[in-house]
């Protein structure tokens, strides 16, 4: 199959951008974030990172291929200063169109390496792990499936849900594409089309496993532990599985930060990446309504929420997440 490069993929995106906020001129000599990761949670961040540095920051908000395909588009003339993603697809894809600084080793070394690229263009910071969610009304954690791959089995049919347009489900298919291969992960898809009940959002997914709808879907960890500590109320008839033995279903997902080449504001926007992975940063990560893994192993998650290093998830190397293969192959089997 021909991967087509990012700019065919989804420069027309960033075409269409063109004109809206995302490329207002900056305010005065602020960092630009183009920031794809939750606004509440940078919006929680940001704040302290002002406040410890005197540094202001300008929030420019979008989602992942949206933004990468901004910075595709405005090449070396962007505003930004800093990039950061939901998911590390995008990432990887700016860092293949060359956008991207190389990082200082004191900014990326809280990382563990294998959550950041070995050429140091960026680094992972947060990350969630896949899970199924199931309804305990109708299935039992006996009943379910040992991989993620078997939820493409006939016996699955009409029986699983998932948000195939957003890109958290994206990455999941770029971590199976890694492990897996293309052909395996073509396959599985197929599957996964023909047993499988498609919905929009991760939320959604989540109401309607609860509400017995379907039985399990695929999500990320943090929606459901979100609705625990919150209200319980499209999760209270529902667990979560997770996958563990490096199976693809146990893949986790990494958000990442970097530095703009092109960025007119460098040594701050260092400062800033190096906010998000020292420990102060990692520990309001940890202590935000987000409950995303904080990826520094000074910090942790506190209970009730899984411990990250229970999770053992399949070793995938960040920068060969290919989101422009995952567009081709979700578009051939007809999810886009």
Not at 114 to 131: E, L
Not at 136 to 149: Q, Y
Not at 178 to 204: F, H, I, P, Q, S
Not at 280 to 288: H, N
Request: with cysteine; hydrophobic share 40%.
């Amino acid at each position: 199959m021909a991967v087509k490069p990012l700019s065919a993929v989804v420069v027309s995106v960033g075409v269409a951008l063109l004109g809206t906020t995302l490329t207002s001129c900056s305010s005065g000599d602020a960092l630009v974030v183009y920031n794809a990761q939750h606004e509440q949670l940078m919006e929680e961040l940001v704040p302290a990172f002002e406040k410890e540095t005197g540094i202001d920051v300008e929030l420019r908000n979008g989602s992942d291929l949206e933004l990468a395909a901004q910075l595709v588009a405005e090449g070396k003339k962007s505003p930004a200063d800093v990039f950061l993603t939901e998911n590390s697809p995008a990432m990887a894809a700016v860092e293949r169109e060359g956008l991207l600084a190389t990082l200082p080793d004191d900014v990326t070394a809280p990382i563990p390496e294998q959550y950041r690229p070995a050429s140091n263009a960026w680094t992972g910071f947060v990350a969630r792990s896949t899970v199924l969610v199931y309804n305990t009304d109708e299935i039992t954690e006996a009943e379910l499936p040992a991989s993620l791959l078997d939820l493409a089995k006939p016996e699955w049919k009409g029986k699983v849900s998932f948000s195939p347009t957003g890109a958290d489900f994206q990455a999941i298919v770029a971590g199976v594409l890694a492990t897996e291969g293309e052909a395996a992960t073509k396959t599985w898809l197929e599957g996964l089309k023909a047993n499988g009940t498609v919905y929009d959002g991760n939320n959604v997914v989540l109401e309607s496993v609860n509400a017995g709808e379907v039985p399990v879907g695929v999500i990320y960890h943090y929606y459901w532990y979100r609705d625990q500590a919150e209200s319980g109320d499209v999760s209270d008839h529902s667990k979560l599985h997770f996958f563990g033995n490096q199976d693809p279903g146990a893949f986790v997902s990494v958000s990442g930060a970097g530095v703009l080449a092109s960025a007119k504001h460098k040594s701050d926007a260092e400062k800033f990446v190096g906010y998000l992975t020292g420990k102060t940063g990692q520990q309001g990560l940890a202590d935000s309504y987000a409950l995303e893994y904080p990826l520094n192993p000074e910090v942790q998650l506190a209970p009730p929420v899984k411990p990250f290093a229970e999770l053992d998830p399949p070793a995938v190397a960040v920068s060969d997440l290919d989101s422009d293969a995952v567009v081709d192959m979700m578009t051939e089997v007809g999810f886009l």
